[in-house]
């Protein structure tokens, strides 16, 4: 089955600590994405990548860092320096960028708790 | 910097009538408004989407349309039924041409439909 997978669905993390969450497509896509869920704030975009080796910073990019080595593995890493991590992190890919053609295709997320 | 503003921040309707939810953006270069549908612990979906040369679009029990003059656009469900149920999100794409543009979602809108 074609898709995302995004791993782990659930994590806890103490204040201070940088954790990686992953995130693998075999749909072939260009374009993968991160977007952050809170309540009442809808999706914001924090890194994208067009194409392996380069990424852009989205909107909400401080405390965040990401990797697009291979074209199938988006991994993003929350850092100690997000002052407010605690959210529901979705990660998507589509065949060209998101603002033209392209249908996002969205994982089933990762929810972070920092305690 | 640009935005889009979602309403109904929750909607509900009993089985059988219609709901509407509806959307303002602030880019009048945005060319493209998807739909997205996001059932509880999973990713968002596409479900409709519209692009600025048609003003409405029709998929079975769902249809959108789109006012450029105004900047707003609408997602109408008709003969409602428990399975719409979801999270529903609009976005808007900006960011000038179809090769760099990203999508602004907005704040999504809960819809219960009561049976």
């Known amino acids: 089955d074609g898709g995302i997978t995004q791993s782990p669905k659930y994590l806890f993390r103490k204040e201070g600590q940088n954790v990686t969450l992953s995130c693998e497509q075999n749909?072939?896509?260009?374009?993968m994405y991160w977007y952050r869920q809170d309540p009442g704030q809808g999706l914001r975009l924090i890194y994208y990548?067009?194409?392996?080796?380069?990424?852009q910073k989205g909107d909400i990019a401080e405390g965040y860092s990401v990797s697009r080595e291979k074209k199938e593995s988006f991994p993003l890493t929350v850092t100690s320096a997000q002052k407010n991590p605690t959210a529901f992190y979705l990660c998507?890919?589509?065949?060209?960028?998101?603002?033209?053609?392209?249908?996002?295709?969205f994982g089933e997320g990762s929810r972070l708790t920092v305690l | 910097g640009e935005n889009v503003e979602q309403h109904p921040s929750t909607l509900s309707v009993q089985e059988g009538d219609s709901a509407v939810i509806k959307c303002t953006y602030s880019?009048?270069?945005?060319?493209?408004f998807p739909w997205y549908k996001q059932e509880l612990g999973k990713g968002p979906q596409l479900i409709i989407d519209?692009?600025?040369?048609?003003g409405e679009k029709k998929d079975q029990r769902i249809a959108v349309t789109l006012n450029k003059t105004a900047k707003h656009f609408s997602l109408h469900i008709t003969e409602t039924q428990p399975e719409d149920s979801a999270v529903y999100f609009c976005?808007?794409?900006?960011?000038?041409?179809?090769?760099?543009?990203?999508?602004?979602f907005g704040q999504g809108t809960t819809l219960q439909v009561k049976p």
């Open positions: 998507a890919s589509s065949w060209g960028p998101a603002g033209g053609t392209g249908e996002l295709f």
């Open positions: 990548s067009q194409i392996v080796n380069d990424f």
């Open positions: 749909l072939n896509h260009d374009a």
């Open positions: 880019d009048s270069a945005s060319n493209y």
């Open positions: 976005a808007a794409s900006t960011g000038g041409s179809s090769n760099t543009g990203k999508l602004i």
């Open positions: 519209i692009r600025s040369n048609v």
